[in-house]
Nanobody, 122 residues
Framework: QVQLVESGGGLVQAGGSLRLSCAAS????????MGWHRQAPGKEREFVAA????????YYADSVKGRFIISRDNAKNTVYLQMNSLKPEDTAVYYC???????????????WGQGTQVTVSS
């Protein structure tokens, strides 16, 4: 069993930056791919970024490529999402996810966090 707790969300102006963190419990953290997804009001949850268990491979949605960076620290059981050049359309609840690489990228991971709100004002 893996529990995921996100933090770092908040209100930021367009063009600003935020860094989300996801702390995972359990000794098997380093065996999971990790990812971030988001859900805006009235929209379906969508994939944002994912990282392999080793950190050697990263994947991004086209909408965030070049602006967001996903990373992980297996010693701290934590995955991060650095979000730069934020836009109002990035406003959403951001969820941390853990599982196999395919599931994490396809919004069908084994585990979800509870989510953290990110609001970007124009």
């Amino acid at each position: 069993q893996v529990q995921l707790v996100e933090s770092g969300g908040g209100l930021v102006q367009a063009g600003g930056s935020l860094r989300l963190s996801c702390a995972a419990s359990g000794r098997t953290f380093r065996s999971y791919a990790m990812g971030w997804h988001r859900q805006a009001p009235g929209k379906e949850r969508e994939f944002v970024a994912a990282i392999s268990w080793s950190g050697g491979s990263t994947y991004y949605a086209d909408s965030v490529k070049g602006r967001f960076i996903i990373s992980r620290d297996n010693a701290k059981n934590t995955v991060y999402l650095q979000m730069n050049s934020l836009k109002p359309e990035d406003t959403a609840v951001y969820y941390c996810a853990a599982g196999g690489t395919r599931g994490v990228r396809a919004t069908t991971p084994d585990y979800w966090g509870q989510g953290t709100q990110v609001t970007v004002s124009s």
